[in-house]
Structure formats: C-alpha cells, structure tokens
C-alpha cells in the first residue's frame, strides 16, 4: 500500500513560522515537490526536493523564506516556513515523482498525491 500524507499546518501570526510534514509510505527513491493553492486560485507548484536532497524553486515568493528538507531514513519531507504573510495563506499540499529527481513539471510526473493541509496566515 502506496501512501502520502502532509501535515502541520495551521493558524500563525504575520512574521511567524510553520514546518509541514510529508510522509511517504510503501516506496522509496522520489522526489517529492511541494504545491500550493490560494482562496480561488489554481493550484501551482513552489518547490520540489530530489531524493538526494537538492532543492529547486518554482515560484518567486518561496524564495528566502521557504526551506524543504528531508530524512530518507524516516520517509519524511519538510517544508519550514519563516516570515509568513497574509498571501501565504491556502491549502499546502506534497507530491511524489515517479523518479528520484524533480521533474520541473506537473502533474503527470507525480504518482503519488497528500491529501493536503490548511495553512492560514493573520494580519
């Protein structure tokens, strides 16, 4: 049994942080990208994680302020959140590649999807 499931979020203040997890269950060997879908927004993708831990950003309002790490021994990825804004405000959700590198694209070349989690930023 395959299975992705992001957790962490919730309500934070402007300028606060929030770490969310993703756990992966039943394969190894992925990469795992992050994505994002604002209040009456389409979902975008904001960064992806090789299995080896190389990184690479798809949106400019990650940059500086959004790290995603990961603990193969555990199957778990992160994403830690600083200096949080109001915009930063919507659902957060992670996905596994078919490979082990970011593909730099979606969603075709994510098998596996987490079910999401709610990230709310107050002013």
């Known amino acids: 049994q395959v299975q992705v499931v992001a957790s962490g979020g919730g309500l934070v203040q402007a300028g606060g942080s929030l770490r969310l997890s993703c756990t992966a269950s039943g394969f190894s060997l992925y990469a795992m990208g992050w994505f994002r879908q604002a209040p009456g927004k389409e979902r975008e993708e904001i960064l992806c994680?090789?299995?080896?831990?190389?990184?690479?950003a798809y949106t400019d309002f990650v940059k500086g302020r959004f790290t995603s790490s990961r603990d193969n021994a555990k199957n778990v990825v992160y994403l830690q959140m600083t200096s949080l804004k109001p915009e930063d405000t919507g659902m957060y959700y992670c996905?596994?590649?078919?490979?082990?590198?970011?593909?730099?694209?979606?969603?075709?070349?994510?098998?596996?999807w987490g079910q999401g989690t709610q990230v709310t930023v107050s002013s």
């Open positions: 994680i090789s299995w080896s831990g190389r990184t690479t």
């Open positions: 996905a596994a590649a078919w490979g082990d590198n970011c593909p730099g694209s979606w969603p075709n070349e994510y098998g596996y």
